[in-house]
């Protein structure tokens, strides 16, 4: 299903995607970086848009990380979730959605050993074993629509996605789930597709498994020094920040108009 194509006001540049969990924010207690925030506002001042390519539910993100985001002055352009089931833009207005059928939820979380976490559109719940503060359900509610799964990437904890025509992506913590066929790379070129924009003109960094699709899929993928060895084999460069990659993009830009 497909809504609002309307394209960021003055934007009509290159697209930047950046992964969110230790990549534009780090859980080793330094947060978002200032140097990042800077170069993420000096890029979109130039007319290009930046937004967040994440495997998290676009509601868990918002309510734990939309604060952090506005401290920072960091405003995306779009979000890209649930890697890529959902597209929104930066006033939150979906543009995309691939959903997953109940019955699919269902099956999952007969078959899931440990906990499964639910994206939809009113809140991150779990089915089977809690899932630290997240509202354990038994069912899954008809009022909402749903978006992805995840589980818990340690062995004897994953999901069986034999036969449910879903898609796996892991990263060093969780599997997150989707329909096939979607991914996060699926979601730039769909987020191009809607505006209006060249796909050639992408770039996007990642630091996990998960995060493939982006770096291939993008033209101008990036990863860091440390990701893993299959990570930084798929990326067209190694940078230690996105502040580094901006800078690296625009170089290119300068590049090809000169």
């Known amino acids: 299903m497909e809504t609002n194509r309307q394209k960021p006001e003055g934007k009509t540049g290159w697209i930047f995607a950046s992964d969110f969990d230790n990549t534009l924010f780090f859980h080793d207690g330094t ?16 007319g290009n ?5 994440t495997g998290r539910s676009l509601t868990h993100l918002l309510q734990k990380f939309e604060t952090v985001l506005h401290q920072a002055g960091v405003v995306p352009d779009f979000y890209i979730s649930s890697s890529g089931a959902l597209i929104v833009n930066g006033k939150k207005e979906v543009m ?13 979380a007969e078959r899931c050993p440990d906990s499964l976490a639910v994206h939809n559109s009113r809140e991150l719940f779990c089915m089977g074993k809690a899932w630290h503060d997240l509202p354990l359900r038994q069912d899954v509610p008809d009022d909402r629509q749903y978006y992805g799964l995840s589980s818990w990437n340690e062995e004897g904890k994953r999901l069986d996605i ?3 025509r879903l898609a796996a992506y892991a990263n060093a913590a969780t599997v ?3 329909p096939a066929g979607i991914s996060k790379g699926t979601g730039v070129l769909e987020l191009c597709r809607l505006l209006g924009l060249d796909p050639e003109k992408t770039a996007g960094m990642g630091d996990s498994w998960n995060d493939l699709p982006l770096i291939e899929t993008v033209s101008y993928g990036f990863t860091f020094s440390g990701s893993p ?3 930084k084999k798929a990326a067209a460069f190694h940078a230690n920040s996105i502040a580094e990659s901006l800078q690296k993009v625009t170089e290119i830009q300068r590049f090809q108009t000169d």
């Open 229 to 231: 060895h299959i990570v």
């Open 176 to 178: 997150d789930y989707v």
């Open 162 to 164: 034999t036969d449910l």
């Open 31 to 46: 947060g978002l970086h200032e140097t990042d925030a800077r170069a993420i506002r000096e890029w979109q001042a130039a």
């Open 49 to 53: 848009l930046f937004g967040i390519c």
């Open 96 to 108: 995309a959605v691939h959903e997953i059928e109940a019955d699919v939820i269902r099956s999952a």
